[in-house]
């Protein structure tokens, strides 16, 4: 079972998830979002289904989408954690 998205935001995480990007796998529990570590170009599937390249992620960066997988093919940023 997924994280479920709501329009309330959340400022804390209760769970963090280190990440290995995968073309074909979604993360083990959706919804999460992702803090980067080192900066880079980052391809997620979000929740709603749409797949987008984020360029020029700076390092120690937290993107606030909600997102099931993080691709590996376009993603250059390392040390990705999941957060929910």
Request: aromatic letters at 8%; glycine letters at 8%.
């Amino acid at each position: 079972m997924g994280f479920v998205p709501t329009n309330k935001i959340t400022y804390q995480a209760i769970k963090s998830v280190s990440i290995t990007p995968d073309d074909s796998n979604n993360l083990a529990i959706t919804g999460a979002i992702i803090f980067v570590g080192t900066g880079g170009d980052l391809e997620v599937t979000t929740m709603s289904g749409d797949t987008v390249i984020y360029k020029n992620l700076p390092d120690a960066y937290t993107l606030a989408v909600q997102v099931k997988r993080v691709k590996a093919t376009n993603t250059t940023a390392t040390d990705l954690i999941a957060q929910y």
